[in-house]
């Protein structure tokens, strides 16, 4: 049988593992951040029109410039965007791709700050662009100090800032946003994939005036289209044209740009639990002390806690109870996802059983 290492493949591909969060069939999944309630029936009719219009057309390929899909998406994020700041792609980790293809690559680097988002590191691989870490403050948090002196030090083509961080909820502050910016005179990637979900500003308030500040978000977390797959950029026009060198043609299908235009304008609707999203977060903050673990703060839809004494058989007594959260490969800690109510209960309920054990 024919190995992967049998392969002509490129050494700095050589060894590595693919992203691999877990699909399994389970009744609770708490485990990859998404909104775990359906879209509302009404919005779903009107995405299913939109898409019974666009498939008439399909024999032509789609509007290469999504036009009408970054009018919705600049109008969703306010903040006088407009089109020409706009960027989409087929989640944003494609948008982040892009990014580093245009603007890393061989010979180029781009730093972050783990414990941060998995996928960062494999899509700097992916375009070959050197993938440099440092280290965070206690607590996760990022002072405007050591995000500075990090970049001073390592020097990096592009740095990657989480907001909140993903996986420890972390929230980060402009003021570390806008020092980390006048620090390098590389790009600057702010990834709000969890904005919705946070209380502070978001760092498209410093857009104006900042050409190098890149700021992604996703569909599909607070606005419940993880399926869709649909995530975007806000930056200045110059951004974006450079994104136009690097996209492949058409990279938005016909029906992924009417889905997403006909979900956006229901926007208030497709975000109608995020509160309720927030509250159950809250309690798994509250609750889980009480069992003994500890919650770190988090401004996101997830919780990250500690005190777990071995996770990966807690990970596993908790799937045997139809229940999959996420074990990030943090010593001692478990993620888990804020869901409705009912299920938020279940995984309290479960975990309580588990660790009175
Ligand atoms: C989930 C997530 C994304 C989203 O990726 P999509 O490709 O848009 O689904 C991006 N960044 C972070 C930090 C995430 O946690």
Request: hydrophobic share 45%; net charge negative.
């Amino acid at each position: 049988m024919t190995e992967l290492s049998d392969l002509p493949i490129r050494d700095d591909l050589r060894g590595l593992t693919p992203y691999g969060a877990p699909q399994e069939h389970v009744r609770i999944q708490l485990n990859v951040n998404e909104n775990t309630h359906p879209i509302p029936e009404a919005v779903a009719t009107d995405i299913v029109t939109a898409l019974a219009g666009a498939v008439l057309g399909v024999n032509r390929y789609p509007d290469r410039e999504f036009t009408e899909l970054r009018d919705s998406l600049a109008a969703y994020l306010g903040h006088g965007l407009t089109r020409d700041n706009v960027w989409a792609a087929n989640g944003s980790n494609e948008v982040l791709q892009q990014v580093l293809q245009a603007f890393g690559g061989p010979g180029r680097s781009v730093l972050g700050f783990p414990p941060t988002y998995s996928m960062h590191s494999i899509i700097a691989s992916g375009t070959g662009t050197r993938w440099l870490t440092a280290q965070r403050d206690a607590g996760y948090e990022l002072s405007p100090e050591t995000v500075v002196e990090a970049i001073r030090r390592e020097q990096p083509d592009i740095v990657f800032l989480c907001s909140p961080n993903n996986p420890t909820g972390t929230p980060l502050s402009l003021e570390t946003i806008a020092a980390a910016y006048d620090a390098t005179p590389g790009i600057l990637l702010v990834d709000e994939a969890y904005a919705e979900f946070q209380e502070g500003d978001t760092a498209l308030t410093l857009l104006e005036g900042r050409p190098r500040l890149l700021v992604s978000r996703t569909m599909s977390k607070a606005f419940a289209f993880a399926g869709a797959r649909l995530g975007y950029l806000a930056a200045d026009p110059a951004v974006t044209d450079a994104l136009r060198l690097v996209r492949l043609p058409y990279h938005l299908s016909a029906f992924t740009q009417a889905a997403a235009v006909a979900a956006l304008a229901h926007a208030p609707e497709m975000l109608a639990m995020v509160e309720d999203i927030k509250l159950q977060r809250d309690r798994m903050i509250a609750a889980l002390p009480e069992l003994g673990y500890t919650p770190l703060p988090s401004a996101a839809n997830f919780v990250l806690f500690g005190g777990v004494e071995n996770p990966h058989a807690v990970f596993e007594e908790l799937l045997a109870n139809d229940i999959i959260i996420r074990d990030v490969g943090i010593p001692h800690h478990l993620r888990v996802t804020a869901g409705s109510d009912a299920e938020t209960t279940i995984f309290l309920d479960a975990l309580a059983r588990i660790s009175a054990r």
